[in-house]
């Protein structure tokens, strides 16, 4: 794809199933290598046969989906290209149906193949357990319908990422336009909030539009495989083996007694600082004593210089990968109009290597952002000598803890971007930031939760369910005369429009870093040492597992999140005012 960033990739491993060259966007290119799996399993004898052919299959599959990382990664970092979406959909609407009942045959076939309890249970059970369920699960009739969910999410990308508004004679996106709350003007920031809450509720309907559907889709995908609602559904398919909706509700319970009353602290002291009688949601960001915002960069070559610098602290190991992903050019930081919002971190499974893309404009959140996907780019890199392909993806609640861990452990050198007193002010506003997120998580995963278990909601409903839960958790601030604008608040979390129920993982991998960071006060390089074990097993352990061996505890009710919240409140307090 000429619209990426980066060049030509080689595979990591030279291919000895996959021809040289493969037509990725032709079946009947592909379809003969399924076939020669299927015949090839058939005849197998050994548990040696079997192993070696899963590693073929593995070959395959990483082939198919660095080809489908690459057009999405096209498509996302060029919305406006009519090309890039062409590709992107034609591969989503035309190969993926077809690649998925047969993946599906042979899931089966391995599941029932004689050889297969020849295997050792050490090294294959997880890698089982999945298969068991993808097999479970699959219905040829959701194939279309899941098709018909990824051309609406990427509709929806099309549409965020297309917003912009006109600001003081200048065009800017709404990306852009997050830099203007952190002015101490707060005529500017109320005008610039307003702005952008016009623009979005301008498209309220379109959004809503687009959730209806998206809605119906997975409604119907969870009553086709035989479950009442798509939690319910969903649970299973995320393969969350480890834990249950009931922990997540307790886990928003504890979220509810253990962090908002310090949110609410922390909002009383920012009301007093600025002098308000109450809190407005353009007064969230700004600094509270008006100092001017933090700039920890104006270009991205700075960002990167800067966090080359943090990495080189760190590690010698990861300072080199980074500057490796410079060098190939694994990186697409700049936000500009036509790109996609949000930020991920993609891997490219064949070239078992990392693509970092995000909207840098200049704040400090785009560093917090940056450390956080290169802690994903870490974690693709440590599976690197992993051949079973299953393994070199972890579950996601361990994937975010790779992340989340490398904010905290990179903060720390924040000073690579500010002067001393600017650096403890990052720091502070990073840990802070962690306080105001979980809330907002648990608000996002609870609206999940009611939204697939009353699929017949109406769209007032839908508002008052989102209210309600803005009530609980969502701290002291004022929204008087915008009312809409906070029931339709979360149009702006992708995660409920593309990857439902992918967001909890984010709260439970925070209490994971949040353990690393803590063990890290008391010996960093054991910590840090303890946390790269955990990010090389990749995906071939239970969760507990993975947490256990990064020194971890895999918990995350009140009694594992009050010590938490006690160090939060410590390492603020011990930073200074906010």
Not at 380 to 396: F, H, K, M, N, V
């Amino acid at each position: 794809m000429s619209l990426l960033p980066f060049g030509e990739l080689a595979p990591y491993r030279p291919r000895r199933f996959l021809p040289a060259q493969v037509a990725w966007d032709d079946w009947s290119a592909i379809a003969p290598l399924l076939d020669q799996l299927e015949e090839r399993l058939g005849r197998l004898t050994t548990a040696a046969e079997l192993e070696y052919w899963l590693l073929d299959w593995g070959e395959l599959s990483a082939g198919l989906n660095e080809e489908s990382s690459r057009r999405y990664i096209a498509m996302t970092c060029h919305t406006d290209d009519a090309d890039a979406e062409k590709a992107y959909l034609q591969f989503v609407e035309l190969i993926e149906p077809q690649l998925k009942p047969r993946q599906f045959a042979l899931e089966q076939k391995y599941l029932a193949h004689p050889v297969r309890s020849q295997l050792p249970v050490s090294r294959y059970g997880i890698l089982d357990r999945f298969t068991a369920v993808h097999v479970e699960l699959y219905r040829d009739e959701n194939v279309p319908l899941e098709t018909e969910e990824a051309r609406l999410g990427q509709q929806y990308q099309k549409l965020s990422g297309a917003l912009s508004v006109v600001f003081r004679g200048e065009e800017k996106t709404l990306v852009q336009m997050g830099r203007y709350l952190e002015e101490p003007d707060r005529v500017m920031r109320e005008e610039a909030w307003q702005l952008v809450a016009r623009r979005r509720l301008a498209e309220r309907d379109t959004f809503d539009d687009q959730f209806d559907a998206l809605l119906r889709l997975r409604h119907q995908i969870a009553t086709n495989a035989g479950f009442a609602n798509y939690r319910d559904y969903a649970f299973k398919a995320r393969g969350r083996f480890d834990y249950t909706a009931q922990d997540c509700a307790a886990f928003h319970d504890a979220i509810e007694a253990e962090i908002v009353p310090l949110l609410k602290n922390l909002q009383a002291e920012r009301r007093r600082q600025l002098g308000l009688q109450t809190l407005r949601p353009w007064d969230l960001s700004v600094d509270p004593l008006n100092r001017p915002p933090l700039r920890p960069f104006e270009t991205v070559d700075r960002l990167l210089e800067g966090s080359q610098v943090v990495f080189d602290r760190l590690n010698g190991e990861l300072a080199e990968q980074f500057r490796t992903m410079r060098s190939l050019r694994l990186l697409d930081l700049e936000n500009r109009k036509g790109k996609a919002p949000g930020g991920y971190q993609s891997s490219l499974p064949e070239a078992r290597l990392p693509f970092i893309f995000m909207n840098a404009v200049g704040q400090q959140r785009d560093v917090e952002t940056l450390m956080h996907e290169a802690g994903h780019a870490f974690h693709t890199l440590a599976t690197q000598g992993e051949d079973l392909y299953a393994y070199r993806e972890a579950p996601i609640e361990f994937c975010e803890v790779a992340s989340m861990s490398m904010e905290l452990l990179g903060g720390e050198h924040l000073d690579a971007f500010y002067r001393p007193d600017e650096f403890r002010r990052a720091r502070r506003d990073h840990l802070e930031g962690i306080v105001e997120t979980f809330p907002w998580i648990a608000t996002v995963d609870a609206f999940q939760h009611w939204l697939y278990t009353h699929p017949a909601h109406s769209r007032a409903e839908r508002q008052t369910a989102w209210n309600q839960l803005m009530d609980r958790f969502g701290g002291d601030v004022d929204w008087g005369g915008w009312e809409e604008a906070r029931a339709h608040s979360w149009h702006r979390q992708l995660h409920v429009f593309l990857y439902p129920f992918y967001y909890v993982e984010y709260g439970i991998a925070q209490i994971g870093a949040l353990q690393v960071w803590m063990n890290s006060k008391r010996d960093r390089a054991a910590a840090l040492a303890a946390y790269r074990r955990g990010l090389a097993l990749g995906g071939s352990r239970r969760l507990p597992e993975l947490f256990e061996e990064a020194g971890c505890r895999f918990a995350f009710d009140r009694d594992t999140l009050r010590p938490l919240a006690e160090l939060l409140r410590r390492e603020m307090a011990a930073l200074g005012a906010s």
